[in-house]
């Protein structure tokens, strides 16, 4: 059974601090593949200011390109309106049979499950990996998996074991304080994007085109 981590986000562009999230939890939890899935509509985040489908796939396409075992899916764009995590995960279920699972997401998205469209069934349709950011430890993260989820008990270190059998395996990565709002922002500054997003990306997104423009806003002259 191969164990498969699932990355879902707006990738509004794809940055450094997806590809690094997406290494890290591959590395720590030995999985096989990391598919990093674009939403085809966020259902977190505002349509306005979304770079179409097409093209945030498309930059997450070049930026996995050699990148061992990390591929990028656009399973979420072929189904019409809001992408709910918990149907792409459904749908993965019935079309992987054979494959372990595993949902990766940012410790701050995890503590929002409560909040998403059944997001409290999350955690029964597969294993989750949350990967710590800034202001939370893996303690209080455990002692808020316990008490949203009744009869989740610790396992070991960053271990967790669901009710349903599913387990919540928590990451430690390098702070990488990067967020999608502050490229596009730099982006219309026309300021430098080395280092904070691929290197292939930079340059589609140093080209820039209408669809850019049109989603993010005017671009300062050159
Ligand atoms: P935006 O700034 O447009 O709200 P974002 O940069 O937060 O976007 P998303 O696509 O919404 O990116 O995030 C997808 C997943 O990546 C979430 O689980 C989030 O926690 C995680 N993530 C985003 N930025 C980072 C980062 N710098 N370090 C680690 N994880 C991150």
New binding site residues.
């Given amino acids: 059974m191969a164990k498969i981590g699932i990355?879902?986000?707006?990738?509004?562009p794809i940055?450094?601090?997806?590809m690094?999230?997406a290494v890290e939890a591959r590395e720590a939890v030995g999985l096989e593949r990391v598919l990093l899935m674009p939403a085809g509509e966020?259902p977190h985040?505002p349509a306005e200011g979304m770079l179409p489908f097409a093209h945030r796939l498309r930059l997450v396409e070049l930026a996995v390109r050699g990148v061992p075992r990390l591929s990028a899916s656009g399973i979420e764009g072929t189904r019409p309106g809001p992408s709910y995590s918990v149907d792409t995960l459904t749908a993965l279920r019935a079309k992987m049979p054979g494959d372990d699972l595993h949902f990766?997401?940012?410790?701050?998205?995890f503590m929002a499950l409560p909040k998403w469209h059944r997001g409290l069934e999350i955690p029964h349709l597969c294993s989750l990996v949350v990967?710590l950011?800034q202001g939370v430890d893996g303690q209080s993260l455990a002692a808020f998996a316990e008490e949203t989820w009744p009869g989740t008990e610790r396992t070991g270190f960053g271990r967790m074991l669901f009710a349903s059998g599913t387990r919540l395996i928590t990451v430690g990565?390098p702070v990488?304080?990067?967020?999608?709002?502050?490229i596009?922002k730099r982006w219309r500054e026309r300021r430098c994007l080395a280092m904070l997003v691929p290197s292939v990306a930079e340059e589609v997104l140093e080209r820039g085109g209408a669809a850019y423009e049109l989603a993010w806003g005017h671009r300062a002259e050159l």
């Fill in positions: 990355l879902g986000g707006s990738f509004n940055h450094a601090g997806h690094r999230m966020p985040k990766i997401m940012g410790s701050e998205s990967v950011r990565m990488l304080e990067v967020s999608a709002t502050d596009r």
